[in-house]
């Protein structure tokens, strides 16, 4: 009886279960329509009301360090003609506005709609052309096999062959490839951002662009056949695992069969 | 004349181990080896994880065998992993990834396989600071300790052997670096690497080379190397850690049969439940990313299995530009000095035994282990060893240390090159104090007895802790050790002070001169004759 009345005056446990999962969902649906950044052509980038909306954006966010005209500072290069993409590439990754000086900008969580930044991208455009924004049929439909070949090649000696990422000298370092958005990795091959070299469309055809694209978006969609991955680190990671797991877990087993006898 | 027949025998196992012994008079040998006593420890079953490892490596290696070709031939892939279709590559690489993609049970075997070599590797190097930090390795075990670093040394090549083989990316990239270690040999080294590649690196037959090298040459020393470790420790009989009633000429423990055969029996098959369930649940070397082998690209974080990890790492700390033209030769120190440190450094691993043996002149058998601070210099020696091994395995993922602890790799690289010296030092210092810290203590105890926590009051006033003796078992444990002294400089039988003499009195002090002795029955009834008053 005692019981009964506890448990209708308080939430069930699987109501707040429920409430959780709803939660989650509601936070986790809501976050992937923002960061699903495709190449949107929704936004014209030459309209002048866009282009001013991004003036103002910029004067208010990024000026200080790249100046009123963007002519640029002591405390960020100049944006004249770096085009519409590496805005895109710099603020859709949440690299910019940067915060704190050091080897390397790190990309953070976007801290802009993505409306905000194609206006971004808009005004810097509008100071000079430059590269622009890829549309999304240069970003999907690629070759895996053609891809992946490019990718050993090109990008495998900083990103680690599964895109893992790998170290660079003095604290850079070429960061992981996994859940970064096709647009953004097209962006950043063209751009070439901080230490990563640029791949202009004659080293690396808008095509094998595509391919390399479709190589990673393979590889995330398609896990490893053997099992979990150890973050693709290779024979570390492999190697920690087996000291750890394996022989820990087999000198507790002679532990325990040999405390059994006693 | 009377003919004498055998008993009847009823049943069938009777009347077939009957047969049987006619035949070979194999109840003899059974008889002797089944009553081999093997005392119970958890560390006396780390050398069986090896020998079981070698086991699973044998028989899913032969599994492989089947499909695997061990061919350089350009072919076409043409199997199901979609990123590969159409790439050209090794038959070698092609035959790997059908075993993985289209052969049924393939990619488990494979990373059973894998998995198995890393495990067999770890478990002999574990079972080798167990012998080294008890001393299991005096007299008579000297040959022994040699045979199991020759398995040591061929359980690597046995590795690296296999990595090559596949013929991905890192599979070459790894033979690059041998190749390149062997060109930086003076004089002969080209005509070393133009004599095992078949030419100018990669070639066309190095894959079939290691290939007979993996799968006959080297499992066959294994095995024979095995054969000779098990039958010393038959003919030596097992050591044991001191206890009560374990002396030097004996051996406390179960009999081979049936206990501890049935014991060994199951712990096959968890050894192999525990190898089958990570190869089952992790990934190990997917090939698949790493793609065909080509010598243009090198992925970052390529690095060697984790027990090649220590030679890589010597190679990364050696600082750069240590070249010098000299008789027309370019002299690349940088490679040669890495490969000198190892060299000694196995070496040393190698003869430790011998050089213990000499500088304690202790020509006893000894089947009693050492507790590990009983021989302080030892123990510290080997502490020094271990850390200086880890200085090099950590160096080999400095790469993978710099993005993990976002720090920079040029601060990994100067950190470790200064722990590569600095760290052994210490190490030895440090475990040294420790363990003289530790035998004052175990004196402490047999002498006074342990705290009980127990505080009286005296009738004057005064508050003492109750101090209680030991028990004999524990106290047996505490005082029979082996206390050697340091050795006096004598004359040898014709009156002369040798150098050699010199030089080994000098090295048994220092191994030596720090030393607590184990407590003497005289001292101990001292002892308790002042505690009772």
Known sequence: MNRQTRKSGRRSPVASVALLLVGLFATGGAYAAFTATTASASVDLSSPEVINQGQKLFAANCATCHGQQAQGTQNGPSLIGVGAASVDFQVGTGRMPMQASGPQAPSKPV???????????????????????????????????????????????????????????????APVLKGVAPVHVYEAMLTGPQNMPAFNDLNLSP????????????NEQNPSAGGLELGSLGPVSEGLFLWIFGLGGIVALTVWITAKSN | MSITSAPEQKG????????????????????????????????????????YSFVIILLSGSFLTFFFQASMTPVEYAGSYVPLRGVEMSAAMSSTLDISFDIRGGLLMRQI?????????????????????TGAFRKPRELNWAIGFVLFVLAMAEGFTGYSLPDDLLSGNGLRIIDGMMNAVPVVGTWITFLLFGGEFPGNDIVGRLYTLHILLLPAMVLIFIVLHLMFVVIHKHTQYPGPGKTEQNVVGYPVLPVYAAKAGGFFFLVFGVIALIAATVTINPIWNYGPYDPSPVSAG???????????????????????????????????IPILVLVVF????????????WVTGDKREHHLLDRPRNAPVRTAFGAAGVTFYAVLWAAASSDIIATHFKVTMEGVINTLQALLILGPIVAFMVTKRVCLALQ?????????????????????????????????????????????????LKPNPVGKITASARFRVAMSRFFFEDRIAPVSPKEYQAALEHSSH
């Not at chain 2, 705290?451 to 030991?470: A, S, Y």
């Open chain 2, 346 to 357: 196995l070496l040393l691993t190698f003869i430790y035994p011998y050089v213990e043996a």
């Open chain 2, 302 to 336: 390529t690095q060697p299995d984790w027990y090649i990890g220590f030679a890589d790492g010597a190679l990364r700390l050696m600082p750069p530009g240590l070249e010098t033209v000299w008789l027309g030769y370019t002299w690349s120190w940088n490679i040669l």
């Open chain 1, 111 to 173: 801290q802009f709609e993505d409306s905000q930044i194609k206006a971004l991208a808009a005004y810097v455009a509008s100071l000079a052309p430059g590269p622009a924004i890829p549309s999304e049929s240069q970003i999907s439909g690629g070759d895996v096999a053609a891809g992946g070949e490019l990718f050993r090649i090109n990008c495998a000696m900083c990103h680690n062959v599964a895109g893992a990422g790998g170290a660079l000298t003095e604290g850079k370092y």
């Open chain 2, 113 to 133: 396989h894998h998995w198995a070599a890393l495990l067999f590797v770890a478990a002999i190097g574990l079972h080798m600071l167990r012998v080294f930090f």
């Open chain 1, 207 to 218: 095509e094998d662009k595509k391919n390399i694209i479709a190589y990673l978006q393979y």
């Open chain 2, 440 to 488: 004052k203590k175990d004196r402490e105890m047999v002498l006074h007895g342990f705290e009980t926590g127990r505080i009286v009051r005296l009738p004057g006033g005064e508050f003492v802790e109750v101090h209680e003796q030991l028990d004999e078992y524990t106290r047996w444990q505490l005082v029979s050790f082996n206390d050697n002294a340091p050795l006096q």
């Open chain 2, 12 to 51: 069938f196992i009777a009347s077939a181990s009957n047969y049987l012994d006619e035949r070979t008079s194999i109840s003899g040998a059974v008889k002797e080896f089944g009553r081999k006593i093997f005392p119970d420890h958890w560390s006396f079953l780390l050398g069986e994880v090896a020998l």
